[in-house]
């Protein structure tokens, strides 16, 4: 591993962010700058946190604590996501990106687990 870019749980949290934020500019105008904002935030937090955590590889215990930041950013996110398609997209839920915030939760996770049990 050269890089967080070499890190699946960057690449997947990177395109769910994009999705995220593509999906919020489609909230009305009053929510761009409330909820919109704030999952915007959360979402772009995940991918951060694992990239400052993989900047501190070297100390186990800061690379932990950012994967724990990022893992309760998806949360964030996921109940933000909740939300959402509750308020706004009720015709057509959000169920493919909660379900894809779900699956990114856990293999955080199993990194966390792999990293505090395995990592050099």
């Not at 919020?24 to 946190?49: F, H, T, V």
């Amino acid at each position: 591993m050269k890089s967080y870019r070499d890190l699946d749980i960057y690449k997947e949290a990177y395109q769910l962010a994009i999705q995220i934020h593509h999906m919020s500019l489609k909230l009305p105008s009053y929510e761009l700058y409330e909820q919109g904002s704030q999952i915007r935030r959360a979402s772009k937090s995940i991918k951060d946190n694992i990239v400052e955590g993989y900047g501190r590889r070297r100390y186990k215990n800061d690379f932990i604590k950012f994967l724990v930041y990022a893992q309760a950013s998806c949360d964030e996110t996921t109940s933000q996501l909740d939300m959402i398609s509750d308020i706004h997209f009720k015709s057509e839920p959000l169920t493919e990106l909660k379900t894809a915030y779900d699956q990114l939760g856990k293999k955080i996770n199993k990194f966390i687990q792999y990293v505090e049990s395995s990592w050099k």
